[in-house]
């Protein structure tokens, strides 16, 4: 299973970004979800979704950040809005198949003051 992740990229504070991360084949992905990690600090958990479209979110994340997927394509997404810099970190996206962890490559978002 790979996953494929795009999106990242540069932008100020206070501004919208969208991250989108395909899994390849036609396989069956339960859930879904982003995490990041910051320099110097541990990977944490941004936002998760079930098949079923039950969300999870991170307290830092919240009202700001929305997760959503597509099933038909195997994508989710990661609409980030009121972009702080302390959102600046390498986003990776992760996928359950039965029950095996896959993680994306990552995606770098930079969020300048």
């Known amino acids: 299973v790979q996953l494929v992740e795009s999106g990242g990229g540069l932008v100020q504070a206070g501004g919208s970004l969208r991250l989108s991360c395909a899994a390849s084949g036609s396989i069956f992905v339960n859930a879904m979800g982003w995490f990041r990690q910051a320099p110097g600090k541990q990977r944490e958990l941004v936002a998760t979704?079930?098949?079923?479209?039950?969300?999870n979110y991170a307290d830092s994340v919240k009202g700001r950040f929305t997760i959503s997927r597509d099933n038909a394509k195997n994508t989710v997404y990661l609409q980030m809005n009121s972009l702080k810099p302390e959102d600046t970190a390498v986003y990776y996206c992760?996928?359950?198949?039965?029950?095996?962890?896959?993680w994306g490559q990552g995606t770098q978002v930079t969020v300048s003051s």
């Open positions: 979704i079930t098949r079923d479209s039950s969300t």
């Open positions: 992760n996928a359950d198949v039965f029950g095996a962890r896959y």
